[in-house]
Every structure is written in C-alpha cells, then in structure tokens.
C-alpha cells in the first residue's frame, strides 16, 4: 500500500504544548498479542507485517502498553519498526499488570508506576517515551470510570517526566473532574476513554477538551452495540458501499477534530479497510441518521 494523503488519514492533530503532530487515523497495537492479549502473536511474521504496512501507508501514532502480552506487543514494534521513523509517535500506558495467571491487576504504587516505563523504555528500545497515558483501572478493567483521586498516580508521572524519562503525560478511563485534578499537577495532552456512535455519555467532555486542544481517543469504536444498532449501521454502510466500522470511524472523524482513532487489526487486509475510513465522507443526512441511532439508545438527547 502506498503511503495515503493526510486527508485521507483523517487530516492531522497537534498534541498540545508539543512539536508532535499525527495523522488522525493511527493504530492501536493490543491484537498483536496472543489470544487474551496474552503470549506471542499466532503468526508472528503476520504482526511484524501489519506494522511495516501501517507506517508505510503513513500512520504515525501507534497506541500500545508493555502489559499487553507482556511485553510482547512492545518488542513486536521494536522489531518491525527500530529504528523508528523520524515523526513516529509511540503512545504507551501504565496503571496494570499481569500476573502468570492471565488476569488483569493493578500496578499503580509509585514503584509500580516506575518499573512500568522502565519496561517499556526497555522493549521499546527508547531512551524516553513520547506520551504515557495512566490508565485508572478503579472500576476494574473493561469497566468505566470511577471517580477517585488521581493525584498521587499523576504526580508520579510527572516526576519522571522531570527526568526526561516520559515526554507528555495522558490520561485514559477517566472522569471530567479527574483530568482537571490531573492538570493541577502537570500538563494532559490526549485523554482515551470508551466512547462510540451508541456510547455517547462523554459528548460534553470531548466538546471541553476540544476547546482546550486535548486530543481524545475513543477505544471500542464497535462496543456495546445491541443488535438493532447494529443493524441500522449496517443498513447505513450498505448504502455507502462501506462496512459497518468503517462508518463508525468515519462518524468519529466528523465527531469533533480532536478526536484520534487507534483502530487495531491483526490483519493487513483489515487495516487497509480501517485506514479507508479517512476517505469515507459522510453527508448531513447521513449523520442526522447515525445520531439517531444515538438518540434510539437514550444515550443523547435530541
């Protein structure tokens, strides 16, 4: 595939206070783990592929953590892409870890906190990490936001920041009044939190962080869509000659400009139709008609 225009990638985004601007449309490296987001990838060779084809059709944001895996996502990039292409922004998160059982624990001690950007400085092979998001896991991972204070977690990033370990400091799975604890400390510049055409209760979030130039990246684009959404998006992607996350992530581009999508993809042929989304133009008519599937949901207000 042949690098893509910035328009068709979406058009591009700035992060605040930094000389790190990406293309919209980037991608989210937690498939290429094994099955639980555990282990080597099936077909390692497959992982290596669909990163060289993301950066060469001109992605330059991945999305990624050393406790997918662990740690095999992370030496999966180092592999396929070091050394890194000049303009490559490698996004990573802390607040996890997993246990040789496979679960999901969390890792949010200062210590914990340390030895996480510490690992993944390592696999990355990196001498600083351009954006560590802390992920707030207080609702239990797959789970929303709870609220809580953030702080101590925070500050801890913000002191390694000071010595040059982390670049820019993110937030994920977080609440309004959390991110303006957060900046109290330090600055946010990009805040990941699940939001979707059907899971809109962020709307007035994404609009605030907007006005303040804070990119937001919406995880499960496709989540928690019951049947008869489904079917009215499907209806609406048969119409386009697109498929259903196609529109999904087109619908999210014309959401609001700061928002990024971090699609992941196993696939190269998946990723190739994720990336085909940023020439995807949706029409007045057809956003009234993707809203009012919201609006069916009860998750906005007409």
Known sequence: MSKMSEAALGGQFTFPGTSSTVQRIGYGAMQ??????????KDPDAAL??????????????????????H??????????????????????LGARRPPDQSWQLAISPQELTEGVHDN???????ALDIVNYRAMGAGAGHGPAEGSIAEQVAVLADLKRQGLIRHIGLSNVTASQVKEAQTITDVVCVQNNYNLVNREDDAFIDDLARQGIA?????????????????LTDVANRLGSTPMQVAL?????????????????????????????????????????????????????
């Open 49 to 70: 592929a669909v990163l060289r084809e993301a950066v060469a059709a001109g992605v330059n944001h991945i999305d990624t953590s050393d406790f997918y895996g662990p």
């Open 32 to 41: 290429l783990a094994g099955p639980g987001v555990w282990g080597p990838p």
């Open 216 to 232: 937001y990246v919406p995880f499960f684009p496709l989540g928690g869509f019951t049947p008869l959404q489904s079917s009215s």
């Open 250 to 302: 087109a619908w999210l581009l014309h959401r609001s400009p700061n928002i990024l999508l971090i699609p992941g993809t196993s696939s190269v042929a998946h990723l190739r139709e994720n990336l085909a989304a940023g020439q995807l133009t949706l029409s007045p008519d057809t956003l009234t008609e993707l809203d009012g599937i919201a609006v069916s949901a009860g998750t906005v207000e007409h």
């Open 121 to 127: 400085l390592r696999n990355l092979g990196l001498e």
């Open 72 to 93: 095999v996502t992370n030496q999966i990039i180092r592999q396929a892409l070091h050394p890194y292409p000049e303009g490559l922004v490698i996004v990573t998160k």
